[in-house]
């Protein structure tokens, strides 16, 4: 996650996205006011190593504290943080009503089918479980960003973009923000997918039923169905 104030933006990271690559990209364009949440400890080293910024002013503002911040306060001795997928809720809830309202929120979703896949092989260890087996236990929160941008089930961002046309969704977000070059991004966490097939090939009638049921809100809204490339449909 991310808040620009020079470029007055506020990206919200969701699961299994390009969330990574594009908050290492964006954080070139970052200052020392700029709220920027931690990520992996190898995803950080790629950070500095392009020499842009890391985790800066993650806690909230005491000014931004309601009386149940106070209370998880004083009976856990921990700041309140922004963090890396802090959903939409929590953001607006402890930023001032004017930043969160003027500046652009924007976020990235992916076809819910194709997500579970990269879930699956991120979250299950070796030796793994089958994909359906892992699916139908999964918690909805691991499978679905729905409730990361969206408060009352109403989208709160103002761009949401395809993880399917990444590279012009971003260029029209650069735009946009007026970024005074392109966004290029890292590859990170792109090694533990093992398989490429198209999902049609590596999910079943379980899974697939599994991942409408869960991710039901998000096919609605963007329009996503279940799909099989064409030499499938001929075998």
């Not at 990206?11 to 920027?36: H, M, P, W, Y």
């Not at 001795?77 to 922004?82: C, H, T």
Request: proline share 4%.
């Amino acid at each position: 996650m991310i808040i620009n104030h020079k470029y007055k933006f506020i990206f919200i990271k969701t699961r299994k996205t390009a969330g990574t690559s594009i908050e290492v990209a964006l954080s070139k364009f970052c200052d020392d006011n700029d709220v920027i949440t931690p990520i992996a400890q190898e995803d950080e080293a790629l950070r500095q190593q392009k020499g842009f910024r890391g985790e800066q002013n993650c806690n909230v503002p005491w000014r931004r504290y309601r009386a149940l911040d106070w209370l998880n306060l004083v009976f856990k001795a921990r700041r309140l943080r922004f963090k890396n997928h802090s959903e939409a809720a929590f953001i607006q809830r402890h930023l001032d009503e004017e930043t969160w309202n003027s500046y652009f929120k924007f976020c990235f979703e992916r076809n819910p089918f194709d997500k579970a896949i990269s879930r699956y092989y991120w979250s299950a260890k070796p030796p793994r479980p089958e994909i359906s087996e892992y699916l139908s236990s999964a918690s909805p929160r691991r499978l679905s960003n729905w409730g990361t941008y969206t408060i009352d089930d109403q989208i709160v961002v103002d761009f949401v973009g395809r993880y399917e046309t990444l590279a012009e969704d971003l260029a029209t977000i650069g735009k946009k923000l007026g970024l005074p070059e392109e966004l290029s991004l890292p590859r990170a966490k792109g090694s533990h997918r093992q398989n490429r097939e198209h999902y049609s090939r590596v999910l079943n009638q379980e899974a697939r039923a599994r991942i409408e049921e869960v991710c039901a809100k998000e096919i609605q809204a963007f329009d996503y169905a279940w799909t099989e490339p064409q030499d499938a449909k001929k075998a």
